[in-house]
Structures are given as C-alpha cells and as structure tokens.
C-alpha cells in the first residue's frame, strides 16, 4: 500500500514557477514508476510526466516539455515536479500517481494509488 501526500500549489502569475512535492508512505516507493496527471475544470484528467523506478528515464507531454521537470528523492519518499514558465493553461488540480506494475507509465489505468490533488492556477 501506498499513501500520496501533494504540495506546493498555489496561486502565481505566467512566466512564474512552482515547484510541486509528493511525499509517499510506504517501503516500495523506490520501486515504483511515478507520475504526475493533472485535470482542469471541465476537462478530463491528463498526463503531464513521469519518471522510472531509479528516475533513470523520464517522459513528458509534449504541453510541458523543455518547462517542466520530475525528479524524485527516494531517501525521501518523495517525487517533485518543478513547473517553470507556466501559463494560464496549465491550471488545474495536479496529482501524484504511483505504479508498481509497470516500468513507465503514461495512462491513468496505469498507476495504482493516487494522491489527492493540489491546486494550481496561473494568471494571466
């Protein structure tokens, strides 16, 4: 079992940064596969990034490729997804998703355990 707790969301302006935590219980978080998804108002939840079980490979959409970056500190249960240069559009509740089945995951019926969601909104 795996319990995920986000952070860091909030309220910032385009061009601005925000830094996203996922701090996770229990003993196998060093070897599952994490993601970020994230879901806006009226739309359905979408992939954003994901990263290996040893952060050797990482993946994104292409809708934040080259501002956005996940990383994770396994002596820390925690994954992190760094936001740079965020624009009105990527507003939405954010989510931490964990997989202990697959080596990389970019679907939602991929991931096992899923945290609640932290919100962020950028202005324009």
């Known amino acids: 079992q795996v319990q995920l707790v986000e952070s860091g969301g909030g309220l910032v302006q385009a061009g601005g940064s925000l830094r996203l935590s996922c701090a996770a219980s229990g003993r196998t978080f060093s070897r599952n596969t994490m993601g970020w998804f994230r879901q806006a108002p009226g739309k359905e939840r979408e992939f954003v990034a994901t990263?290996?079980?040893?952060?050797?490979?990482?993946y994104y959409a292409d809708s934040v490729k080259g501002r956005f970056t996940i990383s994770r500190d396994d002596a820390k249960n925690t994954v992190y997804l760094q936001m740079n240069s965020l624009k009105p559009e990527d507003t939405a509740v954010y989510y931490c998703?964990?997989?202990?089945?697959?080596?990389?995951?970019?679907?939602?019926?991929?991931?096992?355990?899923w945290g609640q969601g932290t919100q962020v909104t950028v202005s324009s």
């Open positions: 990263i290996n079980w040893n952060g050797g490979s990482t």
């Open positions: 998703a964990a997989s202990s089945t697959v080596l990389f995951g970019l679907h939602l019926k991929e991931y096992d355990y």
